[in-house]
């Protein structure tokens, strides 16, 4: 068997706008739960919660077979971490921090076997091969490597149009909370020359021939950033959602408790 089709890929390369969802709970359960809600895709972030790799794994395994796609976010792009993700399944992988194009070619280098690549060869034991079952993993897998950069430093703006002209890159995504502490509004994404900078960035981003991603949560902003030409947002996280909802429920029946009878 071969690997199987990136879905999410072939989306990317079909201009197709779609949404998705941060999931930062670290669970298989929750996973599944994220995972029949609808999205196009969500992102298994490894940088800013405490997933390892088997962690990461089994949240891989429970949304395989539904049709929303899975983007892993590694905490670095460390050349072991993505041979051990890949090999537990991912396919598509979403880099922080990615300033320069060196640094997105070693990430593309990466991602794939030789002779295009570094990927270490260990298929017999790699649930991504279905365990040395798919004999033709090896051969087909590199067209189904996908791989997101994140820009968010000044750094990474100033060599923008160089990391779009590495090939292997398949999107680029503005990573708006470190971007706006970088250029001098830490915690002020939203503020007016954020958003200037922001929509330039993804119409730059477009126009390089790059797919273009970001997340935000107002719907004001989200509509602006497809209008900008972004291609895939996440419009929410699992953590945000919940902890919002549970306080604003439980400020809503404190407020009221007193007044009953």
């Known amino acids: 068997m071969p690997a199987p089709i990136n879905q999410f890929k072939q989306q990317l390369l079909a201009g197709t706008r ?5 999931m930062g709970f670290c669970d298989p359960y929750v996973a599944e739960l994220v995972g029949k809600s609808g999205f196009d895709w969500v992102v298994i972030d490894g940088e800013h919660t405490p997933n390892d790799i088997p962690l990461l794994t089994r949240q891989l395994q429970v949304l395989d077979p539904l049709s929303t796609s899975a983007i892993v976010r590694l905490p670095v792009g460390d050349v072991n971490l993505i041979k051990q993700v890949l090999d537990g399944g991912a396919q598509t992988l979403l880099i922080p921090m990615v300033n320069t194009a060196e640094q997105a070619k070693q990430l593309v280098a990466a ?9 270490g060869m260990g298929g017999a034991l790699a649930r991504s091969t279905n ?8 051969a087909t897998a590199n067209d189904q490597m996908c791989l997101l ?14 990391i779009l002209a590495v090939d292997g890159v398949d999107g680029l995504f503005v990573g708006p909370a ?19 900078l922001i ?9 390089g021939g790059k797919a273009a991603g970001i997340i935000d949560f107002s ?32 400020t809503r029946w404190k407020d009221q408790v007193s007044t009953f009878d």
């Open 131 to 138: 365990f040395g079952r798919d004999a033709d993993y090896v």
């Open 178 to 196: 470190d971007l706006s502490a970088e250029m001098g509004f830490p915690g002020r994404p939203d503020a007016p020359e954020m958003q200037a």
């Open 199 to 207: 929509s330039e960035t993804l119409g730059r981003i477009r126009d």
């Open 219 to 250: 719907e004001d902003a989200v509509a602006r950033h497809y209008a900008s030409g972004a291609q895939y947002v996440a419009v929410g996280a699992d953590i945000t959602f919940l902890s919002r909802g549970l306080r604003d429920l439980a």
């Open 111 to 119: 991602m794939r076997y030789a002779p295009e690549g570094i990927r």
């Open 149 to 162: 950069v994140q820009i968010e430093t000044r750094q990474g703006l100033e060599n923008l149009d160089e």
């Open 18 to 22: 779609t949404v998705g969802l941060w």
